[in-house]
């Protein structure tokens, strides 16, 4: 899997001297966002085969602005499931 950090270890960098060069050189700047689109093509098209760990592949994917959201509906659409009033009667014991 292509990464940053992998390139910085291939190079023998910090990561954060690599994030360095990168505002001092526009190529260096698109070489490392042309990691960032491999690396989201892969994590995409991968799990998608069933070869990558659903978990892991969803991890990374918020590096890339990726989210989990759920909506829950409080109430059904056809108003069956609205709340009904509660009615409390108060009778006096003898």
Known sequence: MPSIAGL???LGKARSR???YRKLNEEFKDTLE???SLQECLLVNKVLTDHFNVPITKLMLSNHRYSEKQEIDHQSSDGTMSPKPTWLKLVTLE
């Open 8 to 10: 910085a270890s291939y």
């Open 18 to 20: 690599v994030y360095e």
């Open 34 to 36: 042309a990691i960032q």
